[in-house]
Structure formats: C-alpha cells, structure tokens
C-alpha cells in the first residue's frame, strides 16, 4: 500500500485543475505550433520566391543584352569575358557565373569550381529551353543555381536555335536566411506568451469550475457523515448550477426519507419494547400455572397430561423470546449499560457452565485460578458464553470445547480469546456470513425451532460494548468454531454509560433480572 503523503500528492497531479491546465497548455501549444508553422512557410516561400523571381529577371536581362555581342562560335576568353560581365549586373558582386559552349566552360571567377552545380540541373538545362532553377545547401550556406540555355534564332525561324550557350548562376541567399532566422526567432517569441496566456486562461477557468465542485465535494462528505441538511448555493444558471440545485433536490429527499425511516424504526422498536414489557406480565402468570401443573401432570390422563406438557414448554419458549426481545430493544435503544468490574475470567466461565448443568457435557479448557483477569460485566460475559456454548450443544455435535486464552488481538493491548468449538458439519458457506443476523435460520421451510433466532445477534452486541469482537468460522476437520476477543483493560476504569448513540429512550425500564441472570 502506497502512503497517504504519495497517495494525495498522485490524486493532486491527476486532479481537474492540473488536466485542465495540461489541456490549454497543450492546445495553446499546438495552435501556436500550427499557426506559426503555416506563417512560416508561408513567409518563407513568399521571400524566396520574390528573390527567385528578382534574379531570373536580372540574369535574363543582362544576358539578353550582352548575348547579342558574343561571336560565335567563341573561344575561352570571350566565354571568360562574357560570364565576367554577366556577373557584373550585380552591384555587390553576389553572383558567380558559369558559361558552357561546345564542351568549353568559363568562369566569372577565375579557378571557381562552381560546386553548387548539380547534374540534375545540367540535364534540365540540357533537356529544355526554359530557364531552370535549383536550391542548393552547403555545410555553411544556401545558394539559389539558375540555369538558362541561349538561342539564337535566324529570319525564316522564330524558334529553330542555330547554336548552344548555357549559362549558369550561383547566387548566395544570406540575406534570404537571415529574414527566414528573423521569422523562427519571431515565432518562438509569440509561442512563449502564448503559452503563458494559456496556462492563466486555463487557470481563471479551473478557479471558476473546481469552487463548485469542490463546494459539491464538502456538501457530499458532510452528507456522508450524517449531516443530511446540508445544501449548496446555487448561483448562475449553466451546468454547474443545475448540478447544485439537482443535489439540494436530491439531499432534501434523501433528508425527508431518512427521516421517515428513522421514525418508522423508532416505532418499531417501541413496539417491540412495549409488547414485550406487557407481555411478561401474563406469562409470568401462565409460567406460575404451568410449574402448578407440571406439577400435577403424573396424576393426569396421559393426553392431558402430553397436552399440560407442551402448554408449559411454549411458555418457556415464549418467555425466552419476549427476554431476547427486551434485550435486543435495550441495546437498539441506547439504554444498555456495562457494569464492569475485574474478574477471573476463567472462574466467570466455569460459573456459566455450572449454572446450567454443562460441566460434564462441554470439554473446558480454562488457565488457572486468577492467571487471567479482566474488566468486564460479569452478567454480560455469562449471556455470551452461554448463548455460545448452548449454540453449539443445540446445533453441532459433541464434543464441545470452551477454551480461553490471553492473545494479541487486532487492536492494540492484551486481549481475552474465548473459542467455542463443536464437532458437527459445520456451518454452510452460504449461512456463514449471516450467522449474528436477527430471526436468521439457515433452513427457511423450519419455522419453529428450539431457539429464538436472537441468541447470536445478542452475543455480538454484548461483545461489541465491551471493544472486542466475535466471529464465526469453521473448522479445517469439521465443526464450526466461534471466537470472542475481549480487551483486557479499558481506559476507563469507572461503570461505562451506554455504548451506543440512539435515540432517547422514555418507554418502560427494566430493572426485572432476565432468564440468564435468574438462572
């Protein structure tokens, strides 16, 4: 797992704000890149085509005007002389010419090799009568070569050439590339504003999108943590707005229907509590009848007597019943309280096993006397391990084990284990998970069992105010095993007040001891 300081400074890097930068960034650069690429080329060829255009001009000029002075056929003096005073149209001296006739070349430029010639440039001056052109770079410059053949024409032809000159001309383009120079350095001076331009722009427009989505964030944690009425402004009338005035809607109805379950939860357990407290009342008054009569049973006809029977055990099955009930609607009411005090924890559990004839029945595997002692509610621990020990009698096999041991459990500090093991089938992978449910019974078709389908769920809330933990699993070689965790010591070592957050509770009180704490 990564930390939490590189866990929010990766959530920081792929947050709205930094794409939304990144995106106009990369826009901005892309249309910066783009526009100055077109305005470059664009610039570039209008420059070169203009000088282009200027020298072919200039060459046809001046070669039109001296042309008709050369001799022919001529030697390579007067071809010599001739491209001299072709180079010479040229006031700064830029242009170095090449005359070819009849195998013969000359120079303007004594000894000049004339480098920047290529052979596919010779063969279209060769090939065509049309003036050619070519760009040509060197190591350390651009040169434009154009090269032009000169007819001579007689009366009877307008086009019939009478004898071959071809003349070349090199001209360095310095002033050229250095307007080219001028343009890159012109077009990397705009990107960089631009740029920056964008990343502002893209900056204003997060500022203004992320504060209602991070308004939306802090309304949509505190919803999380309970607070149902919080709402947000709704300013403008774009998207974002809509988004807002959508979550009001949506918290307000989430707000009025949690509402309604919340009373609706309420009354139920009200009524649970009351009909339960009313219930004792009579049935304590059918258990006094039914010890009367079971008293009496021997002396009965045998169907009255298997009638008197039943009757008594329904009402023991009943009042066990209304018990778990008033139990479980203390703790849903918040009136469950610990009273806690240092015990031996294994004398508690021998106790528990006395009280209800199981010494001989569950196999105990207890420390001895005052090795292991702990803060608890003495009361409290007995309904755990007895709901826990019958659990197991009831619906797994024999042998049934009870062990207890001090362990290191998930949290910090010493802790109690107590493990309840049975010898059945186990508990079915499906059933597993639901096991501390309330009313839950694996075998839907059995509506009447011998338990009241609260043991578990009431073993669990018991744990749970003391800090510890309970769960169920089963065994690699058979049977289900059920696991308690108990800290050892608590921080506070006066009588705890309830341990769950509910709502007030102003219905009847029980001061009356359960069945577990009669037995």
Not at 121 to 127: F, G, I, K
Not at 358 to 372: G, I, N, Q
């Amino acid at each position: 797992m990564r930390p939490l300081g590189t866990r929010v400074r990766t959530h920081r890097l792929r947050g709205l704000r930094v794409r939304l930068v990144v995106a106009f960034a990369l826009v901005a650069a892309v249309t910066a890149t783009t526009t100055g690429a077109l305005t470059f080329r664009e610039a570039r060829t209008g420059v070169l085509q203009q000088s282009q255009d200027t020298v072919i001009v200039q060459l046809r000029t001046q070669v039109t005007r001296l042309a008709p002075a050369l001799v022919l056929p001529a030697g390579r003096d007067e071809l010599r002389k001739f491209a001299a005073e072709v180079a010479g149209a040229e006031p700064s001296g830029a242009w170095r010419v090449l005359v070819v006739y009849r195998g013969l070349e000359a120079t303007s430029v004594p000894d000049d090799p004339f480098e920047e010639l290529t052979p596919a440039l010779r063969e279209a001056v060769d090939s065509r009568s049309a003036t050619v052109f070519q760009r040509v770079n060197r190591a350390d410059h651009t040169a434009l070569v154009v090269g032009m053949s000169v007819a001579f024409t007689s009366s009877l032809s307008s086009s019939w050439p009478l004898t071959g000159l071809q003349v070349f001309l090199t001209v360095p383009q310095t002033t050229e590339q250095a307007y080219v120079d001028a343009l890159v350095t012109a077009v990397e001076r705009a990107a960089v504003p631009a740029l920056a331009l964008a990343v502002l722009l893209a900056l204003l427009a997060a500022r203004g999108v992320l504060r209602p989505v991070r308004a939306l964030r802090h309304a949509t944690r505190s919803i999380a943590e309970g607070r149902l009425d919080t709402r947000l402004a709704v300013d403008g009338s774009d998207e974002l707005a809509e988004l807002s005035h959508t979550f009001n809607e949506t918290a307000a109805a989430l707000e009025e229907s949690v509402a309604e379950l919340r009373g609706m939860e309420a009354r139920a357990r009200r009524f649970a509590a009351d009909v339960s407290h009313e219930l004792r009342t009579p049935l304590a008054a059918m258990s006094a009848v039914t010890d009367v009569l079971d008293e009496d049973a021997a002396g009965l006809d045998p169907d009255t007597a298997t009638a008197v029977r039943l009757i008594s055990e329904e009402t023991v099955k009943l009042a066990r019943l209304v018990d778990d009930l008033m139990e479980i609607s203390r703790f849903d009411a918040g009136a469950a309280v610990l009273h806690l005090d240092e015990i031996d924890l294994a004398e508690s559990l021998r106790r528990t096993l006395a009280a209800r004839g199981w010494t001989d029945t569950v196999e105990a595997r207890l420390p001895e006397p005052d090795a292991l002692r702990g803060r608890v509610d003495p009361r409290r621990l007995d309904v755990v391990v007895a709901n826990l020990v019958g659990n197991a009698l009831r619906h797994g096999a024999r042998p049934v084990r009870l062990s207890l041991h001090e362990g290191e459990g998930s949290g910090a500090g010493r802790r109690a284990v107590i493990e309840v093991l049975d010898s059945g089938p186990g508990i079915p992978d499906d059933v597993l998970p639901h096991v501390f449910e309330r009313f839950y019974k694996s075998d839907a078709a059995r509506s009447r069992t011998e338990g009241s389908g609260l043991g578990l769920a009431i073993t669990e809330e018991n744990v749970r105010m003391h800090g510890g933990t309970v769960r169920a699993a089963n065994r690699p070689k058979g049977g289900a095993v059920f696991t308690v965790e108990l800290p050892l010591r608590r921080d506070e070592p006066t009588r705890d007040g309830p341990t769950r957050d509910g709502p007030t509770w102003d219905g009847p009180t029980w001061d009356e001891p359960t069945r577990e704490e009669r037995a």
